[in-house]
């Protein structure tokens, strides 16, 4: 089975920190995406990438960056926390041109 | 871009009732419309899957239809169980591109036994 593996399912950090989150997939999927998820607003894509060293920029880039120095592994970073960035991160997971994407567990992050 | 509308928000039903979810997508290129089930502290899962050059799927108790004219796909589970209760998300993909979806804005199901 594929299995996508979110570093942490609950974080709490202090405004202006510097933030990370990890994603690791096991399955040699080319595709990785993070994505944001609030009550009312569904899951809105913040990054993605096709192949080691490359990103897009997601729907909400604003105030993240991320880092790919191995297929296998994603990574969020939010520069300078804000409060406005507590919510639920998911990563996900895809091979060649979009089929099944699959999905972390989450990480719930809250900014206090 | 493509825009992706799903209703309703929430839906409450009883036991063996049958749930309906709904979602409409402006971008007629788009060809792959994933559905994802999210169960309380999970990440969403692919639960049933329609391409463009079909009009209906069905799996065990769940079913997806596409009108392509319309631009709309609706989601049917019957005999509706509590293990359903979820969030539902749908998508849509768009073509011959980035083929990264885009979601509707879910909707919570929820079935009383």
């Known amino acids: 089975d594929v299995k996508v593996t979110q570093s942490s399912r609950y974080l709490v950090k202090r405004t202006g920190e510097k933030v990370f989150l990890e994603c690791v997939q096991d399955?040699?999927?080319?595709?990785m995406f993070w994505y944001r998820q609030d009550p009312g607003l569904g899951l809105r894509l913040i990054y993605f990438?096709?192949?080691?060293?490359?990103?897009e920029k997601g729907d909400i880039p604003e105030g993240y960056s991320v880092s790919r120095e191995k297929k296998e592994r994603f990574s969020l970073i939010l520069e300078s926390a804000s409060t406005n960035q507590t919510s639920m991160y998911l990563c996900?997971?895809?091979?060649?041109?979009?089929?099944?994407?699959?999905f972390g567990q989450g990480t719930r992050l809250t900014v206090v | 871009g493509e825009n992706v509308e799903q209703h309703p928000s929430t839906l409450s039903v009883q036991e063996g009732d049958s749930a309906v979810i709904k979602c409409t997508y402006s971008?007629?290129?788009?060809?792959?419309f994933p559905w994802y089930k999210q169960e309380l502290g999970k990440g969403p899962q692919l639960i049933i899957d329609?391409?463009?050059?079909?009009g209906e799927k069905k799996d065990q108790r769940i079913a997806v239809t596409l009108n392509k004219t319309a631009k709309h796909f609706s989601l049917h589970i019957t005999e509706t169980q509590p293990e359903d209760s979820a969030v539902y998300f749908c998508?849509?993909?768009?073509?011959?591109?980035?083929?990264?979806?885009?979601f509707g804005r879910g909707t919570s199901l929820i079935v009383h036994p």
């Open positions: 996900a997971s895809s091979f060649g041109q979009f089929l099944e994407a699959f």
């Open positions: 399955m040699d999927h080319e595709n």
């Open positions: 990438s096709y192949d080691v060293k490359m990103k």
């Open positions: 971008d007629s290129a788009s060809n792959y």
């Open positions: 329609i391409r463009s050059n079909v």
């Open positions: 998508a849509a993909s768009l073509k011959g591109g980035s083929y990264i979806p885009t």
